[in-house]
Every structure is written in C-alpha cells, then in structure tokens.
C-alpha cells in the first residue's frame, strides 16, 4: 500500500497522468465512428443495402455508366441510401444502449467501487474489439453488439476517472475537464485505423492489436486506482493502490479512516437522499439540458458522414479530406476541454463569503460554463443545418468544443449539486433517462432517408429551435444561486443570536 503525508503525492500525480494516457487511447474512441465507417464502407460493408437505379442529370449516389440513346442520355447508379442508414443506425444504438445503461453502471460503481466496474469496462472493450476482428460482409450485423460494447466501455472507463480529481483539490474540475478532453480525443483512434486502413494494414490486424492493448488499463487498475472511491474532501491520511502485505494495525487505521471520513461528511453537509435530489428542480432543469445537448450531439454524430457525401456529390476524395479534418479537430479537444475547468475552478481559490458554503460558491461558478455549453450547442445546430461544405470545419471546431465543455459541465455540475455518495447514480440517471429523448433518433433517420430523400433540412431547424431550451437551466442555478444569497444574512444572523445567547 502506498502512503504519503500531505498532499499532493507523487502516487496522484501518476494516477493522474496514466488516466489521461488511458482516456486518449481507450475511452472515446467510438467517437471516431466517422473514420471506421469510411474503411467499412471500402471494405463493402453493408453493400447489400445498394442498389441500382437509374437517373438523368441529377444527383448521382455512386458512379455509374453514361448510355446515350438518340438525344437522351441516362446515368445509371447505385442509390447506397440503404447502406448509409445502416451505417447511422450503428451509432444510433450503440449511443442509445450507453445512456440506457448509465445508471446501472452508476449503481454498481457507487456499490460495489472502483474495481469492479472498470473490471466490466475492460471485459465489454475485449468482447467490442474482438467482434470487429471476426467482421465480414455477411457477419456485418456483428458491428451493431460491438460498437455498443465499445462505446459503453468507454464510459465506464471516463466514470470512475472522473474521480481523479478528488485529489487535487483546488483544480479539481480543471482535471474533470481535462479528462472529458481526452476522453473526446481518443476519437484519433479510428482516424489512425483509416490511415494505416489506406496504407494495407487490414482491420482485423488493427482491432487484433487494440485487444492486446487491454492489459494497460487492466495493469492501471490493480496498481493505480482504488477499490473503493477516491473520497471528496480528501482525508490526509488517505491511501490506495497495490495491496502489499501489512500488519493489523495498518488495517485498523485503514478502517478507521474509512469511518473519520463517514463522519466527515455527516458533520460538513445534510446528505439529501437519493430520491430527494432527483425530485429536485435542479436535477429536472439539469436533466432537459443534459437532453437537449446530448440529441442534438447524437443528431450529428449519426449522420456526420452521409451529410458529407452529400455536400460533396459522394467525391470519396473529397469525404475523405473532411473525415480527416474532423477526427483531427477532435483530437484537439484535450486543448479546449481545460478552459471549461479553469472557468468553474476560477473562484475556488477565493475565501468564501461570510455565511456562503462550498457548494454555494461552486454552483455559482458553474452558470457561466452551463450557458457557455448552451450557446456552443446552438451554433452547432446552426452551422450544421447551413448545407455549405466549406462551413463544416467550423460545424467540426464547434462539436468538439461543444462535446468536451458538455461532459465536463455534466459530471462537475453533478459532483458539485449532490452528495458525493449519489454521484454515480445521479450521473447515470441523467444519461439513462436521456435516452428516452434519443430514441426519437430512429424514426428520425428514417424521415430522413426515406420522406425527405437524404435532405435533413427541415430536421436540422427543427433541432436548432429545440437547442434553446437548454438555456433555461443556467438561467435557474443562477437564480437558484441568488436564492441561497438572499437567505444568507438571515442565516448568519440566527448563528450569531446562537453564539451569543450560549
């Protein structure tokens, strides 16, 4: 077991870097969907759902052969609508089945600790990986069970990372970013599968050697992370790691700090009862802006790449600049997501005022990231509808920045409202119950495809005008927040009545 005195330690600070390496190469990486469907669509995948059709002038799906006859001259093509919706059907229910299986996974990591969840985490991304190396043309359905795998995964990983940042106190929604950043990142993966996919490396020699790679966060797990959780404040004395042999008296005092800290949080904050904080109308409002953001991120996500094709007139050339520039932006997102913590961080180390508790202070801090999250979300939606090729990159800049200030918001803004010992289950509800929303995204697509012929057009403004509606709950912790201000004196005044008569 290691043990230091005073804070931070050098044990933190490896914890702290191997997490980020963990969340570059592991935790995201389903986020790069847009770069493994171009190889899959090279390999043939799902080229059943293709079919010919005949056409004049118009736009033309896939290449084709001109025949001319008198004056008229007809171009026969393959419509690969089916195809690309097949390809967004994928995503559509890997994204479902991650935020249907949130909570569970929130019960079990508040349950039963750190261990056992990641141990499932790397289970699932084995059994993800190993799917796809066993894909065909006529196994094609494999990749519905394995990017689910993959993508739940991933976040089961980014869960109990986020704990990380229990150790440094006054930059702990700095790291919590700092990850979510990452986490977004990872997308690069996939875009390195697509290069060494152009360069003859086949993929099943690619998702061979993502497989073996599992033994990096199974090592992190047993040497680097707790069995428990990574408690909020942190006691001095506290200890995890490796289980190195010890003495009774060692355990005893390991026990009874577990007890100390119990008490700790029993005397510092009335602990709300789970059901208390999701009845809350800061939960509800935090609930529709989890939503909102989420489907309209999904949205994207789910039709990044038959939108390209589109814009561009299926030039694979072209398809393939713009899958690129986009994995690339969103590798930067590990840049981008630290503005978001350093933005909720900015008064942490400021004294507080007379009667103001912690909690006070951070959800005052969090508004200006909340409505930041928004407004990015917007533009998004804005940009996205614009059918301009060239717009794009800024649609692409946009999502990342958007994606690494949501995830941030999300989990700091939960750590922040409740009880430290309901964070998992209040964060996994949140995702779980949004995914009521996203099951919108189906009958969606199909309008899509089939009633409006491949033109999301009036589905994008539709999206955009729904995007607004997450401006209403920084407008309500800001109230909230001046709420608590207002009640403030009356509270300190009892307290020094209080002092004064005892």
Not at 134 to 142: C, D, G, I, K, P
Request: hydrophobic letters at 45%.
């Amino acid at each position: 077991m290691f043990v230091f005195r005073g804070r931070p330690k050098p044990h933190y600070f490896l914890t702290l870097l191997s997490g980020l390496v963990e969340s570059l190469f592991f935790s995201g990486v389903a986020y790069g969907w847009a770069s493994l469907v171009f190889v899959l669509k090279a390999d043939g995948y799902f080229a059943a759902y293709c079919v010919n059709s005949t056409s004049g002038n118009d736009y033309v799906v896939q290449t084709g052969t001109v025949m001319q006859s008198g004056n008229h001259s007809r171009t026969y093509t393959r419509d690969c609508t089916g195809q690309d919706e097949q390809f967004s059907l994928v995503m559509c229910v890997a994204l479902i089945s991650n935020t249907v299986i949130r909570f569970p996974v929130g019960y079990v990591f508040d349950r039963f600790g750190t261990t056992a969840t990641r141990l499932i985490s790397i289970l699932l991304y084995t059994t993800g990986t190993l799917l796809i190396t066993l894909l065909s043309e006529e196994t094609a359905l494999f990749l519905y069970p394995a990017m689910t795998c993959i993508m739940i995964s991933g976040m089961i990983l980014h869960t109990t990372n986020v704990q990380v940042g229990n150790l440094f106190h006054f930059y702990r929604s700095t790291i919590i970013t700092v990850y979510n950043g990452a986490f977004d990142s990872s997308a690069v993966v996939f875009l390195i599968v697509k290069v060494l996919h152009e360069r003859g490396v086949s993929l099943y020699w690619s998702f061979f050697f993502l497989t073996s790679c599992t033994i990096i966060p199974l090592l992190r797990t047993v040497l680097l992370m707790p069995r428990g959780h990574i408690p909020y404040p942190l006691p001095d004395t506290y200890t995890y790691g490796v289980r190195c042999s010890r003495g009774r008296e060692e355990d005893n005092n390991m026990k009874k700090n577990v007890t100390d800290q119990k008490e700790d949080r029993k005397d510092t904050e009335e602990v709300a009862t789970f059901r208390s904080c999701v009845i809350s109308w800061l939960f509800l409002w935090h609930l529709v802006w989890v939503v909102i953001i989420l489907f309209c991120q999904f949205i994207f996500l789910s039709n990044v790449n038959s939108m390209l094709s589109r814009l561009a007139n299926n030039d694979q050339t072209v398809v393939s600049h713009y899958t690129n520039a986009f994995a690339l932006t969103q590798l930067c997102s590990v840049l981008f997501a630290p503005v978001n913590g350093l933005i909720m961080d900015r008064n942490r180390k400021k004294p507080l005022a007379l009667g103001e508790t912690r909690r006070e202070a951070d959800l005052h801090s969090s508004c200006l990231s909340l409505f930041l999250t928004a407004l990015q979300c917007f533009l998004l939606c804005v940009c996205f509808t614009c059918p301009v090729l060239h717009l794009q990159y800024f649609t692409f800049i946009l999502q990342v920045i958007n994606s690494s200030f949501f995830y941030g918001s999300h989990q700091a803004f939960i750590s922040m409202a409740f009880p430290m010992s309901h964070f998992g289950k209040m964060s996994g509800i949140a995702m779980s119950l949004s995914a009521v929303g996203l099951l919108f995204q189906v009958p969606i697509l199909h309008l899509v495809q089939h009633q409006l012929h491949g033109n999301p057009l009036y589905v994008n403004i539709g999206v955009t005008f729904l995007s607004l509606f997450a401006f209403i709950h920084p407008i309500h912790v800001k109230l909230y927040c001046r709420k608590l201000a207002k009640q403030r004196p009356e509270k300190t005044q009892k307290t020094v009545k209080a002092t004064s008569v005892l």
